[in-house]
Every structure is written in C-alpha cells, then in structure tokens.
C-alpha cells in the first residue's frame, strides 16, 4: 500500500487531525463519565469522614469565609475543606480537615479529624501518588498513621517534633505530618470556638 | 489465526518478547487489580492497532510516533476515566499504572512493529493475541503471588479461596524481588512449553523485531 510522503504540509496535518479527533473524543467520555466520577469522590471523602471521626453521626461543610482565613495560617499546605461534625446526641463532636501537603509524588489528599477537645482523633488518606512499596508505607505501616492520635491542636509543634518518620519513605510520612499540623494550626486559630457557638445555636 | 495465537504462545509479549514488564511486576500481586489491568491492555492495544493499521496509509512515516502516541493516549485516557467512574476501588489499587499503559512499550511495540505494517483484520488478531497473552500471565502471576504471598484471593472484596489460619505467607511473594523470581518460573515453563509444542515447526527463540525503534 502507498503511503503517503512526508511533506511538512501532510505531516502537520496528519497530526492535526489526529489531536483534533482525539480531543473530541476525550471530551464526549469526560462528559459522560464525570458526574459518576464526582459521585464517587464523594463516597470516598464521606468515608474519610467517618473513618477520622468515628463519634460523628452527620458532617456540615463550613462556609468558605471560615475556610480563607484557614488558608492564611496553615502555612502553605492547601486547606480544600473543612466540616463540623455532629454527634448522635446532636452536639458538637469536632472538626474534620481536608488538607493537600506536597508529598513525594504530588499533593496528598487527606483528612485530619480533630475531636472536640482539639485532640487529632484520626488521618486518612482519600488519594496519593506516592511510590509503591516505599511511599505508600505511610498506610500500610501499621503504627505510623497510629502516631498521630492524640496530637494537641494547641501544641501542635510541640507534638510534631518527637514523631517517628519511615525510612525509605521519609517526605511521604513528613508530608502526612505537615497535613496534621496544618489541621492543628487551622483549629487553633480559626475553628477554636466556632463549633460550640453554633452548636448551641442549633440546639436554641 | 496464526498472528493471534503467536501472541498467546511463541510471541507472548511478557513471557518472550518481555515488554511491558514494569507494569506487569508493579500490580500483579492482586488478582482483581491484575484481570482489569489485563482487560485495559487488551481494549488499548486492539483498539489502536486496528485504528493505526486502518489509517497506515495516511500517516506520514517521520510523524508516525507523535500520531501512535495521541491514540494510544487517547484510548488510555477513556479506560482512565470509565474505571475512575465504574470501578473505583481497582481504580485506587491501580492507581498511576493506568495511565502509564500509555507508555507501556507492548503497544507503541506492537503499533510500530505490527500493526502500521498490516491490514486492519490482522492487526486485530494481533492486537487481541498479544493482549490475551499479556492478560494471561499477568493473572496467572497474580494468583500465584496473592495466594502464597497473602494466603487468601480475594477478589472485588469476595473471598475465594483461603489458606488454612496457621498459613504465613512469606513476605517476600508480595515485593518486587518476588514478582521476578515467580515470573521467571513462569517464563521457564511457557518457553519448556512452547518448545514442545512448536518444535517441528518454529526454530525456539528466534529474535523479534519488535525492540527495533520501539521504545524503552
């Protein structure tokens, strides 16, 4: 079969066409496939939730005011959302942060839950890029993740300096340890308070 | 006929050609990650053999590697997105290596190799030998590796078969070094079998093409 020559004009347009094609493509799929793909991040954020929060009966995104002035104290790592949690006896059961610290591979998505007392009740993380077998220890370490409970929101530095890190996956675990301070510094300075106030608004 | 099943046997991308290998090691130590892993290649590398085997004629030769990789990707990207939507705890287990099938060697190989040289109606058996081939080992190192190395299959949460609770899986199954050592019993059993089966017709081990200008 004859091919035909490559000439500028032919090759320009060979690839062209290609591209061109192949982006409708995508976008038909992209449509199609997107508000399915959002309903699954979803599930797996609510997931995160519980697993950080287990007292929490039911979860209420702050307003994106609340979540600005986060910004401004977390010290670069980027707060993507923040919610009150509520417990079974309809109080105030604590805070659960979505937060994206630089790890080895990228932004780490993770949420940090802080209990009522400003105390981290627990860390999951919703997705990374971290390498197998090495970065991904900081979730299949059994203790690692462990360490975190506890952690004082109002002595988060404090807490942050005796902490254990994973050979061989040293800027995976500190990634995950910016994530918990950020949460901590977030608490401290923005949501102290705000939980209780509205709480009892909600109970008048 | 013959194209397809040289995939499966005396071609077999993983086991003789050994392209594709890094994938192949990295999510073969889950059973359900290791089938949809092989379902993905089979659907890329036969939808872009047979769409570059029916364009070959149009593409101009010095842009022909910038033009395979647009449709790779762009096959890769709609089993990105449809497994993201569908299948989301694979999806998670799988992770960067669903997109990285578009730099997987086995298809660009096979596009440059193959199908660019071929009519549509063999690059198609081409396409789905060599996917089948690949599948094939991957989910026969899977089961291997997930049964001895964990003790138990599960697959998509369901548990198929369980060691007995005293059972210890030796660790090393489930990393790297062990992936290699089980693949390397696997290769030496296809090719004892291919020997066999093709002695009178093929000389064993003849050399490919496939390497030539085909990437790392």
Redo the contacts between chains.
Sequence with gaps: ???????PV??VL??LV??LV?AT??TF??EA?RG??AE?EK??EERALRAVLSSADSFEAMETSVLERALDVSGGVPVAGIWRAIGTDGGFAGFAIRCAPRGY?GPMQMVVGLDRDGKVSGVSII?H?ET??LGTKIMTEPTFLQQFMGWDAFAIDVAARGYDAISGATKSAHAVRAGVVAAGRVYQQVLVGLGDTKGVTIDE | MSVFRRGLSVDNPLTVLMIGLCATLAVSSKVDGSLFMGLAVIFVITASSILISTLRSLIPELVRIPVFIVIIASFVTIVDLTMHAFLPDVYNFLGVWIPLIVVNCLILGRAEAFAYHNPPRLALADGLGMGLGFALVIVVLAVFREFVGSGEIVFMGLSLVKMPEWYRGPGIVMLFPGAFIVFGFIVAGMTAINRRMHARTIQPMHSCTIEEGGPK
Excluded: E, F, H, W
Excluded at chain 1, 1 to 7: E, G, I, K, L
């Design positions: 079969m004859d091919r035909v020559a490559s000439t032919r090759m060979a690839v290609t591209c192949s493509a995508l799929t992209y496939t399915r793909i699954q599930v797996a591979g997705k890029n197998p077998g």
